[in-house]
């Protein structure tokens, strides 16, 4: 019953902010479709908060700030070699970096990768 009051104040809300917004009226149908659109911005966001949540849990213990910081940089780093198959541009895009700040990132961290490594190509 929780969720279903939470659906409903949720269709409400939009419906307020959507009418408010647009300048023609939707049809129901183009209503329904404009609202699972924020549904799955939503499901995208909430995906990526658990992901960071997961990797701050696992570098996260007693030390001091400055180490934890350095340890979530260096693996987001190299998930993002990763995820771009060691394009350097690439990854400093997605990180939101310039590509020189990106190499001399990877040369603080001692970070190597070359698609030589990569399973996937």
């Known amino acids: ?54 990797l701050a849990q696992g570098t996260i213990d007693d030390g001091n700030l400055k180490d934890t910081v350095d340890l979530l940089e260096q693996k987001a780093i190299e998930k993002s070699l990763e995820l771009h198959k060691g394009n350097i541009t690439h990854s400093a895009k997605a990180l939101g970096i310039g590509r020189t700040n990106l190499i001399a990132k990877m040369k603080k961290y001692a970070i190597t990768y070359s698609t030589e490594h990569d399973p996937y190509s």
């Open 1 to 54: 019953m929780h969720r279903c009051k939470y659906f409903y104040t949720t269709i409400i809300a939009l419906s307020t902010i959507i009418t408010t917004y647009m300048k023609e009226p939707l049809s129901e149908q183009d209503y329904l479709w404009e609202s699972l659109k924020c549904f799955e911005e939503i499901a995208e966001i909430k995906n990526e908060l658990a992901e960071i949540t997961a």
